[in-house]
């Protein structure tokens, strides 16, 4: 039995947010986000567009690319921090939309990580269940619903967008697309990173709004020196698992959050930088989304060939972190 990738897509929302527009908002400057960041730009969803409407896009791309049809999907599963509901979920209004009857579906909730989470349960129920045989997973988000506008530390950082990557199993070949994975996290570190309320923990009221509580709360300084280390040992686990060396990768895809935590992450697994992909300038940090936003970027613009190992690594809320490879 193999498990290939079929398809791939991406939406990015046409509405640009640079950082000149920024500085308009907060007291911030270009100078100060490139150097910090390496972020020049990033887009934002209109008003009435959700999560699940710039997901739908890419699906749409992913499910052309791999010549299918809605019914032929058995699951699909959606990323996502900013669902349009709390319930019913992400990938059940997707169901709806492509006629995906036959599909089960549900949402991931492991903030950055959520495409390589997302895909890890898909291969491995594709495996499990005999008539799984098609499987969309997206990682889609609306960030900007959930970014603190008047805070410099936060708003310069995220972007929207949605990315998805059909998975199909053929029980005639004998290789499976996923060589090797490695997924952690660490609940000690929960505080660091958070949207604190219209939770259980805290329902939406005056004092959440009052207090800006529905937005993305983050000690940028410690995620920064957790996310370096905890990427660079998930990727080095893999490779070991898988029995390679980091030059036979033909292309890494770090989670976009920041041009230094991807080229520290770089330096430290000795990849040059041509290897690396980096899309940040453009979109910002689009969370559940990044990875496979780039991950279509280059398979589209032919960097990734058939048969080539590409090594995808994120971290985030949570905290979660992992690496996995993968033979397109
Ligand atoms: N414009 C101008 N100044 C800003 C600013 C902005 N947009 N945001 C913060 N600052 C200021 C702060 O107020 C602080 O000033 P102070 O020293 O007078 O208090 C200073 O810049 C912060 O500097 P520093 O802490 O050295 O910044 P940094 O090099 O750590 O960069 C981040 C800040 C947020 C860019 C960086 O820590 C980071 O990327 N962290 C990880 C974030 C992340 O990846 N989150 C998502 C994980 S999935």
Known sequence: ?????????????????????????????DEWIRTRTGIEERHIAAENETTSDMAYQAGL???????????DIDLIIVATTTPDYAFPNTATLLQNRFGAK?????DIY??????????????ALLESRKTYRHALVFGAEKLSCITNWTDRNTCVLFGDGASCVLLEKDDGAEESA??????????????????????????????????????IHM????????????????CEEVIAQAGISPDDIALVIPHQANIRIIQAVAKRLTVPNEKVYCNVAKYGNTSAASI????DEAVRAGQIKRGD???????GGGLTWGAILIRY
Request: charged share 15%; net charge negative.
């Open 1 to 29: 039995m193999s498990i290939r990738i079929a398809g791939t897509g991406r939406y990015i929302p046409e509405k640009v947010l640079t950082n000149a527009d920024l500085e308009r908002m907060v007291d911030t400057n």
């Open 219 to 234: 000690e940028g300084k410690e995620t920064f020196k957790l996310a370096v280390g905890s990427m660079v040992s998930a």
């Open 292 to 295: 496979g936003i780039c991950f």
């Open 110 to 123: 492991t903030a950055c990580t959520g495409l390589i989470s997302s895909l890890e349960i898909a291969f």
């Open 61 to 71: 791309q992913a499910i052309e690319a791999a010549g299918i049809t809605g019914s």
């Open 309 to 315: 190992i590409v090594l995808m690594t994120s971290f």
């Open 178 to 215: 996923l060589l090797a994975s490695a997924l952690h996290a660490n609940g000690q570190y929960a505080n660091i990173l958070k949207l604190p309320a219209g939770g259980s923990a805290m329902p939406a009221c005056q004092k959440s709004i009052d207090e800006n509580l529905h937005t």
């Open 102 to 106: 036959n599909a089960f579906c549900f």
